[in-house]
């Protein structure tokens, strides 16, 4: 198998998986965040969520780009 492949597949797959995550995790305990933290909850959380979805989307992206 085309190791180009294997990666893409992992990091799309890996996106996948934090996008369940996100949805069935995160999502849900936003209604236990207050009006009065939820600007600063959302920061935070925008900040470390980024290392994860940026790594991967990078990585589908290059190798993606990488096939054309």
């Known amino acids: 198998m085309n190791t180009c492949f294997v990666i893409h597949a992992a990091a799309n797959w890996g996106l ?23 600007i600063s909850y959302h920061e935070r959380h925008m900040a470390l969520i980024t290392w994860v979805v940026g790594h991967l989307s990078v990585g589908a992206l290059m190798v993606g780009a990488s096939r054309f």
Not at 22 to 27: A, G, K, R, S, T
């Open 16 to 38: 996948v998986g934090l996008i369940w995550v996100i949805q069935i995790v995160h999502y849900p305990l936003l209604k236990d965040v207050g009006r009065s933290e939820f």
